[in-house]
């Protein structure tokens, strides 16, 4: 219970410093929006290892650069593609194994393969199998695998 409630006064304190109005209604809002975030997330009664903690960060921001670089890459793919006159598209669903043990892994895995350009998650089965509809099937196909494999090890040694 003391996990959830810690969740939800940080959830709500952030939620207050990024809105910056502190009327009753945003008040009971941003309460309400904590309250949810807590009971969705389901936080863990375990506290936090500060031991684990400078490696955790670092490998955040190690995943962060190492995401956003894929994004531009793949942006610059996909200009690419659109910008030919012969629109040279192989669309078509392919699968990736999500291989992981959470379903916040899975979660965090599908949405980094969505935000990045020409890729996107349609749907994540129960096998955790992610189905994924891709601009260019045959390229994305070739190296799906590696990028799940190293998007796995980096969200493992964040949340593990």
């Not at 409630?5 to 952030?14: A, K």
């Not at 078509?92 to 979660?107: C, P, Y």
Request: charge should be neutral.
């Amino acid at each position: 219970m003391l996990a959830y409630l810690r969740l939800t006064l940080i959830c709500w304190l952030i939620y207050l410093a990024i809105t910056a109005n502190l009327e009753v209604a945003n008040l009971v809002v941003g309460l309400l929006i904590g309250l949810a975030i807590a009971l969705i997330l389901k936080p863990m009664s375990q506290a936090l290892s500060l031991r684990r903690l400078p490696g955790a960060l670092f490998n955040l921001a190690k995943y962060a650069i190492w995401l956003s670089i894929d994004i531009i890459r793949n942006g610059i793919r996909v200009a690419r593609i659109v910008l030919d006159p012969k629109l040279p598209i192989r669309p078509g669903i392919i699968a990736i194994q999500a291989g992981m043990k959470s379903e916040l892994g899975v979660a965090l895995s599908a949405h980094a393969i969505t935000v990045t350009p020409g890729e996107q998650v349609v749907e994540i089965g129960d096998d955790g199998v992610m189905y994924t509809h891709c601009l260019d099937a045959i390229a994305s196909a070739e190296g799906a695998e590696e990028a799940q494999r190293k998007r796995r090890a980096m969200l493992e040694s964040i949340f593990e």
